[in-house]
T-cell receptor, first 117, second 110 residues
Framework: EPEVTQTPSHQVTQMGQEVILRCVPI?????FYWYRQILGQKVEFLVS????????KSEIFDDQFSVERPDGSNFTLKIRSTKLEDSAMYFC???????????????FGEGSRLTVL | SQQGEEDPQALSIQEGENATMNCSYK?????LQWYRQNSGRGLVHLIL?????REKHSGRLRVTLDTSKKSSSLLITASRAADTASYFC??????????FGTGTRLQVFP
Protein backbone atom coordinates (compact mmCIF):
# COMPACT_ATOMS: atom_id res chain seq x y z
CA GLU A 1 0.00 0.00 0.00
CA PRO A 2 1.42 3.43 -0.89
CA GLU A 3 2.54 5.50 2.06
CA VAL A 4 3.94 8.87 3.00
CA THR A 5 7.52 8.63 4.18
CA GLN A 6 9.36 11.13 6.33
CA THR A 7 13.00 11.62 7.22
CA PRO A 8 14.64 11.94 9.62
CA SER A 9 12.59 10.13 12.22
CA HIS A 10 14.33 12.12 14.94
CA GLN A 11 16.59 15.15 14.78
CA VAL A 12 18.31 16.91 17.63
CA THR A 13 19.57 20.41 16.94
CA GLN A 14 20.91 23.43 18.74
CA MET A 15 18.79 26.55 19.05
CA GLY A 16 19.42 28.87 16.13
CA GLN A 17 20.36 26.13 13.71
CA GLU A 18 18.56 25.46 10.44
CA VAL A 19 16.61 22.24 10.07
CA ILE A 20 15.16 20.61 6.97
CA LEU A 21 12.53 17.93 7.35
CA ARG A 22 11.83 15.80 4.33
CA CYS A 23 8.73 14.06 3.10
CA VAL A 24 7.93 11.86 0.13
CA PRO A 25 4.17 12.05 -0.41
CA ILE A 26 2.17 9.38 -2.18
CA UNK A 27 3.08 9.61 -5.84
CA UNK A 28 -0.24 10.57 -7.43
CA UNK A 29 -1.25 12.98 -4.68
CA UNK A 30 -1.34 16.67 -5.40
CA UNK A 31 -2.11 18.39 -2.07
CA PHE A 32 0.57 18.38 0.61
CA TYR A 33 0.50 19.45 4.20
CA TRP A 34 2.66 19.96 7.24
CA TYR A 35 1.21 19.63 10.71
CA ARG A 36 2.96 19.65 14.05
CA GLN A 37 2.18 18.15 17.41
CA ILE A 38 3.86 19.30 20.57
CA LEU A 39 4.23 16.32 22.87
CA GLY A 40 0.84 15.07 24.03
CA GLN A 41 -1.00 18.05 22.65
CA LYS A 42 -3.22 18.82 19.71
CA VAL A 43 -2.27 18.41 16.07
CA GLU A 44 -1.76 21.90 14.62
CA PHE A 45 -1.99 22.88 10.97
CA LEU A 46 1.07 24.64 9.59
CA VAL A 47 0.76 24.88 5.83
CA SER A 48 -0.90 23.41 2.75
CA UNK A 49 0.74 23.27 -0.66
CA UNK A 50 -0.80 22.77 -4.07
CA UNK A 51 0.37 23.37 -7.61
CA UNK A 52 3.85 24.36 -6.44
CA UNK A 53 2.72 27.10 -4.13
CA UNK A 54 1.44 27.62 -0.63
CA UNK A 55 -2.31 27.31 -0.57
CA UNK A 56 -2.88 28.27 3.04
CA LYS A 57 -0.79 28.78 6.15
CA SER A 58 -1.43 29.26 9.84
CA GLU A 59 -0.11 31.96 12.12
CA ILE A 60 2.45 29.47 13.39
CA PHE A 61 4.00 29.38 9.92
CA ASP A 62 5.98 32.61 10.23
CA ASP A 63 9.00 33.83 8.29
CA GLN A 64 11.20 31.22 9.95
CA PHE A 65 9.35 28.48 8.09
CA SER A 66 9.39 27.65 4.41
CA VAL A 67 8.29 24.76 2.24
CA GLU A 68 9.56 23.54 -1.06
CA ARG A 69 8.95 20.83 -3.57
CA PRO A 70 12.40 20.75 -5.16
CA ASP A 71 11.70 17.83 -7.47
CA GLY A 72 8.81 15.60 -8.40
CA SER A 73 8.85 13.58 -5.23
CA ASN A 74 10.19 15.42 -2.18
CA PHE A 75 8.32 17.97 -0.10
CA THR A 76 10.43 19.75 2.50
CA LEU A 77 9.85 21.91 5.54
CA LYS A 78 12.68 24.23 6.50
CA ILE A 79 13.01 26.02 9.81
CA ARG A 80 15.68 28.68 9.39
CA SER A 81 16.61 29.43 12.98
CA THR A 82 15.13 26.96 15.40
CA LYS A 83 13.74 27.99 18.78
CA LEU A 84 13.18 25.84 21.84
CA GLU A 85 9.44 26.00 21.24
CA ASP A 86 9.86 24.43 17.80
CA SER A 87 10.45 21.11 19.54
CA ALA A 88 7.59 18.93 18.36
CA MET A 89 6.60 16.08 16.11
CA TYR A 90 6.19 17.29 12.53
CA PHE A 91 3.82 15.36 10.30
CA CYS A 92 3.62 15.47 6.54
CA UNK A 93 0.35 14.51 4.87
CA UNK A 94 -0.90 14.24 1.33
CA UNK A 95 -4.24 14.10 -0.43
CA UNK A 96 -5.32 12.91 -3.82
CA UNK A 97 -6.85 15.74 -5.85
CA UNK A 98 -9.71 13.56 -6.87
CA UNK A 99 -10.37 12.77 -3.24
CA UNK A 100 -10.54 16.34 -1.98
CA UNK A 101 -11.21 16.96 1.66
CA UNK A 102 -14.92 16.53 1.09
CA UNK A 103 -14.68 12.90 0.12
CA UNK A 104 -11.26 11.68 1.06
CA UNK A 105 -8.73 11.30 3.76
CA UNK A 106 -5.37 12.74 4.52
CA UNK A 107 -2.56 10.21 4.47
CA PHE A 108 -0.02 10.96 7.16
CA GLY A 109 3.60 9.99 7.49
CA GLU A 110 5.02 8.65 10.73
CA GLY A 111 6.45 11.99 11.66
CA SER A 112 9.80 13.60 12.34
CA ARG A 113 10.55 14.34 15.95
CA LEU A 114 12.50 17.59 16.32
CA THR A 115 14.27 18.32 19.57
CA VAL A 116 15.77 21.79 19.94
CA LEU A 117 18.31 22.19 22.72
CA SER B 1 -10.75 29.73 13.44
CA GLN B 2 -12.79 26.66 14.18
CA GLN B 3 -11.50 24.19 16.66
CA GLY B 4 -12.58 20.72 17.62
CA GLU B 5 -12.71 19.86 21.26
CA GLU B 6 -12.99 16.26 22.26
CA ASP B 7 -14.25 14.94 25.51
CA PRO B 8 -13.39 13.19 27.56
CA GLN B 9 -9.67 13.98 27.37
CA ALA B 10 -8.95 10.48 28.61
CA LEU B 11 -11.03 7.32 28.85
CA SER B 12 -10.19 3.98 30.43
CA ILE B 13 -12.35 0.93 29.87
CA GLN B 14 -12.20 -2.86 29.96
CA GLU B 15 -12.05 -4.99 26.85
CA GLY B 16 -15.52 -5.73 25.54
CA GLU B 17 -16.97 -2.45 26.75
CA ASN B 18 -18.06 0.31 24.40
CA ALA B 19 -16.11 3.56 24.18
CA THR B 20 -17.79 6.84 23.31
CA MET B 21 -15.88 9.98 22.45
CA ASN B 22 -17.41 13.33 21.67
CA CYS B 23 -16.26 16.23 19.56
CA SER B 24 -17.56 19.78 19.37
CA TYR B 25 -16.67 22.40 16.83
CA LYS B 26 -17.43 26.05 16.29
CA UNK B 27 -18.19 26.88 12.67
CA UNK B 28 -20.01 25.41 9.67
CA UNK B 29 -18.34 22.39 8.14
CA UNK B 30 -18.36 20.38 4.94
CA UNK B 31 -17.47 17.17 6.67
CA LEU B 32 -16.04 15.76 9.85
CA GLN B 33 -13.44 13.04 10.02
CA TRP B 34 -12.10 10.87 12.82
CA TYR B 35 -8.47 9.82 13.01
CA ARG B 36 -6.58 7.48 15.27
CA GLN B 37 -3.03 7.91 16.52
CA ASN B 38 -1.02 5.24 18.22
CA SER B 39 1.54 6.62 20.64
CA GLY B 40 4.38 8.31 18.78
CA ARG B 41 2.99 7.40 15.36
CA GLY B 42 1.23 9.11 12.51
CA LEU B 43 -2.51 9.66 12.24
CA VAL B 44 -4.65 7.14 10.46
CA HIS B 45 -8.01 7.98 8.95
CA LEU B 46 -10.95 6.06 10.40
CA ILE B 47 -14.16 7.47 8.98
CA LEU B 48 -15.62 10.54 7.29
CA UNK B 49 -19.14 11.85 7.73
CA UNK B 50 -20.52 14.60 5.53
CA UNK B 51 -22.47 17.55 6.87
CA UNK B 52 -25.71 16.21 5.37
CA UNK B 53 -25.30 12.81 7.04
CA ARG B 54 -26.40 12.01 10.56
CA GLU B 55 -24.89 8.61 11.17
CA LYS B 56 -22.31 6.36 9.61
CA HIS B 57 -20.97 2.91 10.40
CA SER B 58 -17.72 1.18 9.63
CA GLY B 59 -17.12 -2.17 11.27
CA ARG B 60 -17.13 -1.58 15.04
CA LEU B 61 -17.18 2.18 14.56
CA ARG B 62 -20.29 4.30 14.63
CA VAL B 63 -20.15 8.04 14.07
CA THR B 64 -22.96 10.51 14.55
CA LEU B 65 -23.11 14.12 13.53
CA ASP B 66 -25.45 16.80 14.84
CA THR B 67 -24.84 19.98 12.89
CA SER B 68 -27.41 21.91 14.93
CA LYS B 69 -25.34 21.25 18.04
CA LYS B 70 -22.05 21.32 16.16
CA SER B 71 -21.06 18.02 17.67
CA SER B 72 -20.10 14.50 16.70
CA SER B 73 -19.57 11.28 18.56
CA LEU B 74 -17.45 8.24 17.85
CA LEU B 75 -18.56 4.95 19.33
CA ILE B 76 -16.27 1.95 19.34
CA THR B 77 -18.20 -1.18 20.20
CA ALA B 78 -16.78 -4.28 21.84
CA SER B 79 -13.44 -2.60 22.41
CA ARG B 80 -10.15 -4.48 22.27
CA ALA B 81 -6.79 -3.78 23.86
CA ALA B 82 -5.53 -2.95 20.36
CA ASP B 83 -7.96 -0.01 20.24
CA THR B 84 -5.76 1.76 22.79
CA ALA B 85 -4.77 5.02 21.06
CA SER B 86 -5.63 8.70 20.82
CA TYR B 87 -8.63 9.62 18.72
CA PHE B 88 -9.02 12.97 17.01
CA CYS B 89 -11.87 14.59 15.18
CA UNK B 90 -11.03 16.89 12.30
CA UNK B 91 -13.23 19.36 10.45
CA UNK B 92 -13.13 20.82 7.00
CA UNK B 93 -14.72 24.21 6.40
CA UNK B 94 -14.21 24.35 2.64
CA UNK B 95 -10.64 25.52 2.89
CA UNK B 96 -7.64 23.42 1.97
CA UNK B 97 -7.02 22.10 5.44
CA UNK B 98 -8.35 19.93 8.23
CA UNK B 99 -8.44 21.36 11.72
CA PHE B 100 -7.91 18.77 14.41
CA GLY B 101 -9.37 18.64 17.87
CA THR B 102 -7.54 18.11 21.11
CA GLY B 103 -8.00 14.34 21.10
CA THR B 104 -9.25 11.66 23.47
CA ARG B 105 -6.72 9.19 24.88
CA LEU B 106 -8.39 5.80 25.06
CA GLN B 107 -6.93 3.04 27.20
CA VAL B 108 -8.50 -0.41 26.87
CA PHE B 109 -7.45 -2.88 29.55
CA PRO B 110 -7.40 -6.58 28.72
Amino acid sequence: EPEVTQTPSHQVTQMGQEVILRCVPISNHLYFYWYRQILGQKVEFLVSFYNNEISEKSEIFDDQFSVERPDGSNFTLKIRSTKLEDSAMYFCASLNLRGTLNTGELFFGEGSRLTVL
Amino acid sequence: SQQGEEDPQALSIQEGENATMNCSYKTSINNLQWYRQNSGRGLVHLILIRSNEREKHSGRLRVTLDTSKKSSSLLITASRAADTASYFCATDDDTDKLIFGTGTRLQVFP
